[in-house]
């Protein structure tokens, strides 16, 4: 039973136009929510998080929205770079700054930006 | 600052053989985990360990096992290997004090079996 779901495998978007990147979440336990971006043969890398008690938290050109109610969040690229083509995943923590330590993430998007 | 690095960065083992990973966490970083990023899968939780004790462990059988030294490396161990059990394997570390959740992953090693 999969607790972070990212329904789209896939997403293709145009260069300068904006990437958005879904994830639900099945727990309400969750607290703290973070985006992974992963390039081929390497490890994913930390790129934006937000914690429960925000609805949206903005880093340059990325943007993370929250909807609690809906237990959804999203993350906005703008504007989208063909450097941006990556594997993104979604993870969540049951603990902000808690002790349970794991992340547990969806199954991932892969983005391609094209010229 | 050196990152969290694994080895052997490939692995290719048979059935029924064990296989020995290894990563050693940033500088400070106490908390090393262990996911598995299996084809079409995403990260799976393996393993965490913090301060040379397993704090967690994910939903997998106990062939998989690991330990944390005291220089808070730490090693994975898959004993009877499976043809599924081929994946890439990566080591996060965070420091345990302070952790907002966020972790920091080595580029993994790469599993295959035979």
């Known amino acids: 039973d999969q607790q972070v779901k990212q329904n789209s495998p896939s997403l293709s978007v145009q260069e300068g136009r904006i990437s958005i990147l879904n994830c639900d979440y099945t727990?309400?336990?969750?607290?703290?929510f973070l985006w992974y971006k992963k390039y081929p043969a390497e490890g994913p890398t930390f790129l934006i998080s937000?914690?429960?008690?925000?609805d949206k938290n903005e880093d340059g050109r990325f943007t993370v929205f929250l909807n609690k109610s809906a237990k959804h969040l999203s993350l906005h690229i703008v504007p989208s770079q063909p450097g941006d083509s990556a594997v993104y995943f979604c993870?969540?923590?049951?603990?902000?700054?808690?002790?349970?330590?794991?992340?547990?993430f969806g199954k991932g998007t892969k983005l391609s930006v094209k010229p | 600052e050196a990152g969290v690095t694994q080895s052997p960065t490939h692995l290719i083992k048979t059935r029924g053989q064990q296989a020995t990973l290894r990563c050693s966490p940033i500088?400070?970083?106490?908390?090393v985990y262990w996911y598995q990023q299996a084809l079409g899968l995403g990260l799976q939780f393996l393993l965490w360990?913090?301060?040379?004790?397993?704090?967690n462990r994910g939903n997998f059988p106990p062939r998989f096992s690991g330990r944390q030294f005291p220089n808070y490396s730490s090693e994975l161990n898959v004993n009877a290997l499976e043809l599924e059990d081929s994946a890439l394997y990566l080591c996060?570390?965070?420091?345990?004090?302070?952790?907002?959740?966020?972790?920091?992953f080595g580029e993994g090693s790469r599993l295959t079996v035979l």
């Open positions: 996060a570390s965070s420091p345990a004090l302070g952790n907002t959740g966020e972790l920091f």
């Open positions: 727990n309400s336990m969750f607290d703290y």
């Open positions: 937000i914690s429960s008690i925000k």
């Open positions: 993870a969540a923590s049951p603990n902000y700054g808690g002790s349970q330590g794991n992340l547990i």
């Open positions: 500088s400070g970083h106490t908390s």
């Open positions: 360990y913090d301060e040379g004790e397993e704090r």
